[in-house]
């Protein structure tokens, strides 16, 4: 059971991953020409990632706090099947929540780099 559970958790992982990269990759895209009038005017390819990934950190933030909140609280319902274990054990919570912000920054930097490739004069004929 236990490797069923795991194997699941790391599938959902995977599909929460895949679903950031496709939200961050549909922002990146609608702020194309923003970004290309950005490139046109000076800014820096820093800058440039630094702007998209500081939007994913908020939702990042966001999204991590709010979990780690129901999942705290889903916890204590499943005591009754945890043998030996707490729910609410502190080293896992703070090594789930490392992990999936590892895979989620992944997940966003991959758009944020896209975005700094962006060639100005593409962009403004973009629309």
């Given amino acids: 059971m236990a490797k069923l559970s795991g194997f699941f958790g790391l599938l959902a992982a995977l599909i929460a991953a895949v679903g ?15 970004i290309g009038i950005r490139m046109a005017l000076g800014t820096r390819r820093r ?4 702007l998209v990934l500081r939007k994913a ?3 990042l933030a966001s999204g ?27 080293v896992v919570l703070v090594a789930a929540i490392a992990g999936l912000g590892f895979l989620a920054l ?3 930097f991959l758009p944020a780099r896209r975005a700094t490739r962006v060639d100005p004069l593409v962009a403004l004929r973009y629309e």
């Fill in 57 to 59: 950190a908020l939702l």
């Fill in 64 to 90: 991590l706090i709010l979990g780690a909140i129901l999942s705290v609280a889903v916890a204590q319902a499943a005591r009754a099947m945890l043998f030996g274990l707490k729910p609410t054990d502190p």
């Fill in 20 to 34: 950031l990269y496709g939200v961050m990759s549909y922002l990146v895209a609608r702020r194309t020409n923003e």
């Fill in 106 to 108: 992944l997940a966003c």
């Fill in 47 to 50: 800058d440039v990632l630094s």
